[in-house]
């Protein structure tokens, strides 16, 4: 391995070490609370270490966020090889679902976490989040095209059905499904997404 190749794998190591760091210490304190000197001491490095690599938390913070989204829309456009859109869509509801249940310090971090949001434009680091919504709502549109979801409006139909995904995703990464006492949280979330699925059905 040469000095340069060595020196660029170290560079990637740090930046996925402050990256994970970072991540717990935003969901422990939460945003306004958390510095860079508290990411630096959850990976035991100091603060001018992660300055070299973030100009400030905001800029971590995003970075996360991005790579959450990342994730999530790479797992969603898997789907595009099935043809009917509504089974499509259907099939994107349980990569949501299944994302938060196997991420849940991703979901926490892309939905939950406070952060003010900056104006939006083609550089915004939000970016990624816009174009995993964008994608929904493309599919959503592909599905009236078909004939489905007739006399609806795309985004508002996209904001119920990510309404309904993210409330069963954030009471089962909160802790908030057992609750319910005769059915495990992975069987709560099962059964309430067929009810979504026969509610869409019928429209």
């Not at 999530?72 to 089974?87: T, W, Y």
């Not at 349980?94 to 083609?122: Q, R, T």
């Given at each position: 391995?040469?000095?340069?190749?060595?020196?660029?794998?170290?560079?990637?190591?740090?930046?996925?070490?402050i990256?994970?760091g970072?991540?717990?210490?935003?969901?422990?304190?939460g945003?306004?609370?958390?510095s860079?000197?508290?990411?630096a001491?959850?990976?035991?490095?100091?603060?001018?270490?992660?300055?070299f690599?973030?100009?400030?938390?905001?800029?971590?913070?995003?970075?996360?966020?991005e790579e959450?989204?990342?994730?999530?829309?790479?797992?969603?456009?898997?789907?595009?090889?099935?043809?009917?859109?509504?089974e499509?869509l259907?099939?994107?509801?349980?990569?949501?679902?299944?994302?938060?249940?196997?991420?849940?310090?991703?979901?926490?971090?892309?939905?939950?976490v406070?952060?003010?949001?900056?104006?939006?434009?083609?550089?915004?680091?939000?970016?990624?989040?816009?174009r995993?919504?964008?994608?929904l709502?493309?599919?959503?549109?592909?599905?009236?095209?078909?004939g489905?979801?007739?006399?609806m409006?795309?985004?508002?139909?996209?904001?119920?059905?990510?309404?309904?995904?993210h409330?069963?995703?954030?009471?089962?990464c909160?802790?908030?499904?057992?609750?319910?006492?005769?059915k495990?949280?992975?069987?709560?979330?099962?059964?309430?997404?067929?009810?979504?699925i026969?509610?869409l059905?019928?429209?």
């Amino acid at each position: 391995m040469s000095i340069a190749v060595r020196k660029l794998k170290e560079k990637e190591n740090m930046r996925k070490l402050i990256l994970d760091g970072a991540r717990k210490v935003f969901l422990e304190k939460g945003y306004e609370l958390t510095s860079m000197r508290n990411i630096a001491e959850a990976i035991d490095y100091s603060p001018s270490s992660i300055y070299f690599y973030f100009k400030e938390k905001g800029e971590i913070f995003h970075e996360l966020h991005e790579e959450g989204f990342r994730v999530l829309l790479s797992s969603m456009q898997v789907l595009e090889h099935v043809s009917d859109p509504f089974e499509r869509l259907k099939a994107m509801g349980h990569v949501f679902l299944d994302f938060a249940i196997h991420n849940k310090d991703f979901y926490n971090l892309m939905f939950i976490v406070d952060e003010p949001l900056k104006k939006k434009s083609e550089d915004d680091p939000w970016r990624m989040g816009v174009r995993t919504l964008d994608y929904l709502i493309s599919v959503v549109r592909q599905c009236m095209e078909t004939g489905r979801f007739k006399g609806m409006d795309a985004e508002n139909l996209s904001f119920t059905i990510l309404s309904s995904l993210h409330g069963m995703s954030a009471l089962f990464c909160k802790d908030r499904t057992s609750t319910f006492k005769d059915k495990t949280s992975e069987e709560l979330i099962e059964d309430g997404y067929k009810n979504l699925i026969f509610m869409l059905e019928k429209l």
